[in-house]
């Protein structure tokens, strides 16, 4: 009796008693030798991915020509010599015809053209300077010989075309001439060419740059009009 109860106590606690998870142990596998090259392999690939892309190409035509040793020339390639005969070849006084020449020009050697006379001023007489004719202008003398100012036309104009009475026209104003010819730098001939008319155009081609009024502005007389038509 003792026994069976015995056996049944322990068969239940045994029952009721829960049983241990199985714990699974860790078995090392060693890898084989083609699955080592080919996981070498996937890494080598993944870093070279990260790496730029060479620039120029391994295969391109620029990176075998920069391999080519440079070409290196010489100092008469660099300047190659002038294409003008050596001056040892030259003789000496014998001019150049062909232009290459470093004599002076023929043109510097040569004089100076001498002054036309044609234009050229005339020897005044003493005290018929330019300073002297300022001093006569500024003394007051009478040298316009009219009491006003008058309305000139060309028939009145053409009468005064005499040495001592000598009227011109320059730009619409009309100068009495006389006391200013023998001042005049171009002589007493150059001057009567205008009198008793218009020498606007003349004194223009002549001597543009001189100011004809304030040179004459004390032997204004006038003023030129038209001619008068008769009614």
């Known amino acids: 009796m003792t026994s069976y109860l015995r056996s049944w106590l322990y068969s239940g606690t045994s029952q009721a008693e829960p049983t241990q998870p199985s714990v699974p142990t860790l078995q090392t596998i060693s890898p084989q030798a083609s699955d080592d090259e080919e996981d070498g392999e996937a890494t080598e690939t993944e870093h070279d991915a990260d790496l730029p892309p060479a620039f120029p190409a391994l ?16 100092d008469s390639q660099l300047m190659p010599p002038p294409p003008i005969p050596s001056l040892a070849v030259r003789q000496p006084g014998v001019p150049d015809t062909k ?12 004089p100076p053209p001498k002054p036309s006379k044609k234009a050229g001023k005339v020897a005044l007489a003493p005290g018929h300077s330019p300073l002297d004719w300022a001093a006569l202008k500024s003394s007051g003398a009478d040298l ?3 009491e006003t100012l008058m309305r000139i036309p060309p028939s009145v104009l053409k009468q005064h075309n005499k040495r001592d009475d000598a009227w011109s026209a320059f730009n619409g104003k009309v100068y009495n001439m006389t006391a200013y010819i023998p001042f ?14 218009d020498g606007t155009k003349l004194f223009a081609s002549t001597h543009a740059w001189v100011n004809v009024d304030f040179m004459l502005d004390q032997c204004l007389v006038g003023f030129l009009i038209p001619e008068p038509t008769s009614s």
């Open 184 to 197: 005049h730098p171009g002589g007493e001939k150059e001057l009567m060419r205008v009198a008793g008319r």
């Open 144 to 146: 316009r010989g009219v």
């Open 59 to 74: 295969n391109s035509a620029q990176r075998v020509q920069n391999t080519q040793s440079p070409r290196v020339l010489t």
């Open 99 to 110: 232009g290459n020449s470093l004599a002076v020009p023929p043109t510097t050697t040569k």
